[in-house]
């Protein structure tokens, strides 16, 4: 079969999604470039043409994978509503569910980021950007007198270490919470967090 020829950006686009395919089977620490060539049906050489080392590879995947949850959160967030609506809307979103791809791929980030820099500050970016955003829509529904959460930045922080921990809870002990507990309960963090009545059953 002739291999159709792509440019920079489409080749490292492939490369990128099929690292990110190893790491879900692999795991960031284990897998190889040769994994990445094999799956591709490329050379090694290739692979190291536009990523020099591993490191850089597995880093610039797990970007590449956290970008599109990002731009969905601002899609999400950037709607015409009240912040209340996007910020409870993004919760559900956000919160794990189901196969949770995009939750394993974190935290395989987490733990290969420990003895991994470039994989760390990479993560610690994203992860920064997730919470600016979230900070910013409780900033604008405080303006708007939505309701009286008196510190957005810290709230911000706080509900994402929550959905982070139930994150971990829902994808390495898959069966121990059920996925109408896990809302319930992020639906009680983001009230308690604004400043808002703890929702009756």
């Known amino acids: 079969m002739v291999r159709v020829r792509l440019s920079v950006a489409e080749r490292r686009a492939e490369l990128l999604r099929a690292t990110v395919g190893q790491i ?6 284990a897998v190889r470039i040769s994994d990445v060539a094999a799956a591709l049906g490329v050379s090694n050489a290739l692979v190291l043409y536009h990523f020099s080392t ?3 590879l597995v880093a610039a995947a797990f970007a ?3 970008e599109e949850d990002l731009a969905q959160l601002r899609r999400i967030l950037g709607r015409r509503a009240t912040a ?7 919760v559900r979103w956000y919160a794990p569910t189901g196969q949770a791809k995009g939750w394993r791929l974190w935290i395989e980030a987490w733990a290969a980021g420990l003895r991994d820099p470039e994989l760390r500050r990479v993560a ?10 979230l900070t910013a829509v ?6 708007a007198g939505e309701f009286p959460c008196p510190d957005p930045s810290g709230a911000a922080w706080r509900l994402t270490a929550c959905l982070d921990g139930l994150a971990v809870q829902t994808t390495v002990y898959a069966g121990g919470l059920s996925r109408a507990t896990m809302l319930r ?3 009680a963090t983001l ?3 604004l400043g808002l009545p703890p929702a009756t059953a």
Request: charged content about 45%.
């Open 185 to 187: 309960w992020a639906d």
């Open 64 to 66: 590449h994978a956290a």
């Open 124 to 133: 610690a970016s994203l992860d920064r950007e997730w919470k600016d955003a």
């Open 191 to 193: 009230d308690r967090e």
């Open 54 to 56: 591993k490191e850089q």
């Open 84 to 90: 209340e609506r996007r910020l409870r809307a993004a």
């Open 24 to 29: 879900e089977a692999r795991g960031a620490t």
């Open 138 to 143: 409780i900033e604008e529904g405080v303006a």
